[in-house]
């Protein structure tokens, strides 16, 4: 069982930059493969990055955030932190820590659907 405590959300202005950060509690952590996800008010949620565990520092991420976000992961904390810089308007959303010891068909960890566990979100609202 793992819990996920994301923060560091806040308001800021286009071209800004924001540290997401997840905190797990949990035994193994270093085992689970990390993800963040993002829901925008009236629209799904959606894949933002993934931390693929066992591939050394594996990473993936949605091709709208690709060059500006950066995921990663301090087992010894047991966290995972999204560097999100350049932020756009369409950035603002509710953002989800994810967590799961299971199989991707895909490897990417991109599916919601592949995820166990979440946290409770963190609002990201970016200003033009």
């Known amino acids: 069982q793992v819990q996920l405590v994301e923060s560091g959300g806040g308001l800021v202005q286009a071209g800004a930059s924001l540290r997401l950060s997840c905190a797990a509690s949990g035994r193994s952590f270093s085992s689970y493969h990390m993800g963040w996800f993002r829901q925008a008010p009236g629209k799904e949620r959606e894949f933002v990055a993934a931390f693929i565990w066992w591939s050394g520092s594996t990473t993936y991420y949605a091709d709208s955030v690709k060059g500006r976000f950066t995921i990663s992961r301090d087992n010894a904390k047991n966290t995972v932190s999204l560097q999100m810089n350049s932020l756009k308007p369409e950035d603002t959303a509710v953002y989800y820590c994810?967590?799961?010891?299971?199989?991707?068909?895909?490897?990417?960890?991109?599916?919601?659907?592949?995820?166990?566990?979440w946290g409770q979100g963190t609002q990201v609202t970016v200003s033009s």
């Open positions: 994810a967590a799961t010891r299971g199989y991707s068909g895909t490897g990417v960890y991109s599916q919601i659907d592949e995820y166990d566990y």
